[in-house]
């Protein structure tokens, strides 16, 4: 079974500065996605950024940027010149290609963005 | 465009009670799923459908059934509600293919008292 790991529970960072959230993920599988969504106090589940683990380049969205590792199962979250509306719930997602849409999520990292 | 639709956004209930948690989406999506969110706990997937007609169990499926009698609609339903079914639930549906995103609703607070 596929497991995903969020260490961190909570962050804090300034504003205008970078900060990089961590997961890490177990699978036996060659093919599969990897998400992070991000949900504010609104509740609403924002998908921030997805990668597919058969490209070998990084997927960046504008100031967010995630460093993927597939050999050692990382997936971390880098969001750079942090922005008050960061603030936000934080999750790492996994899905098997071809699995009907079934979403394996970390426990989630609280990010505070501090004026 | 409604996107995903959950019903209701808030629900208190005795314990023992039953409901149906309603989510309909308008996108033609084949698959759908539900979640519940709990403190410390990520996501975790309680059942899910790949069309109409078909379902099938996810990590928590104890206490809770589905139907998918249509592609727009997945009910979930609370038999005989108990405490430690408080959390907050998640509709979510996605198209075929592999590269799709899925779409979440707004999610439903639900307090078992």
């Known amino acids: 079974a596929q497991t995903v790991t969020q260490s961190q529970p909570e962050m804090s960072v300034q504003e205008a500065e970078t900060v990089t959230l961590s997961c890490t993920y177990d699978?036996?599988?060659?093919?599969?996605?990897l998400f992070w969504y991000k949900q504010p106090p609104s509740r609403q589940m924002i998908l921030v950024i997805r990668?597919?683990?058969?490209?070998?380049q990084n997927a960046t969205e504008n100031r967010f940027s995630v460093n993927f590792q597939k050999a050692a199962k990382s997936f971390s979250l880098k969001i750079s010149d942090s922005q008050l509306g960061d603030t936000a719930m934080y999750f790492c997602?996994?899905?098997?290609?071809?699995?009907?849409?079934?979403?394996?999520f970390g426990q989630g990292t609280e990010l505070s963005v501090k004026p | 465009n409604a996107g995903v639709t959950q019903t209701p956004k808030f629900q208190v209930l005795k314990t023992g009670q039953s409901m149906t948690l309603q989510c309909a989406q308008d996108?033609?999506?084949?698959?759908m799923s539900w979640y519940r969110q709990d403190p410390g706990m990520g996501l975790r997937l309680i059942h899910y459908?790949?069309?109409?007609?078909?379902?099938d169990q996810g990590e928590v499926p104890n206490g809770y059934n589905v139907s998918r009698s249509t592609t727009e609609d997945f009910p979930l339903r609370l038999l005989s509600a108990a405490p430690s079914q408080t959390s907050v639930y998640f509709c979510?549906?996605?198209?075929?293919?592999?590269?799709?995103?899925?779409?979440f609703g707004q999610g439903t607070r639900l307090t078992v008292v």
């Open positions: 990668q597919e683990a058969y490209k070998q």
């Open positions: 979510a549906s996605r198209e075929q293919g592999p590269s799709s995103r899925a779409f």
């Open positions: 459908s790949v069309g109409a007609g078909i379902t």
């Open positions: 699978t036996s599988e060659n093919n599969y996605y």
């Open positions: 996108m033609n999506h084949e698959y």
């Open positions: 997602a996994f899905m098997r290609l071809y699995q009907g849409g079934k979403l394996i």
